[in-house]
């Protein structure tokens, strides 16, 4: 299950980025909002000499579980 649709549409580092940032403004929490958006930001300036496509893959997969880890956590919260 993913955060919000078109997850699976995410073939791109680009698409991953705005995608995160678009999970995080649903967030309830401002204090949440900018911590994820701050994350998010700084995985991608990590990850940004990154050249594998197979690797690529991988941290586009496990970035949007992750995400949904994180909605589902706020969810449950309400």
Excluded at 5 to 25: D, K
Aim: net charge positive.
């Amino acid at each position: 299950m993913a955060p919000l649709p078109g997850a699976e549409r995410v073939r791109t580092s680009l698409q991953l980025y705005r995608y995160l940032l678009r999970c995080c403004r649903l967030l309830p929490e401002e204090g949440a909002r900018q911590h994820y958006r701050h994350a998010v930001r700084q995985s991608f300036k990590v990850h940004a000499d990154e050249d594998d496509p197979e690797r690529i893959q991988q941290i586009i997969k496990r970035a949007i579980e992750d995400a949904d880890w994180v909605m589902n956590k706020y969810k449950k919260q309400k």
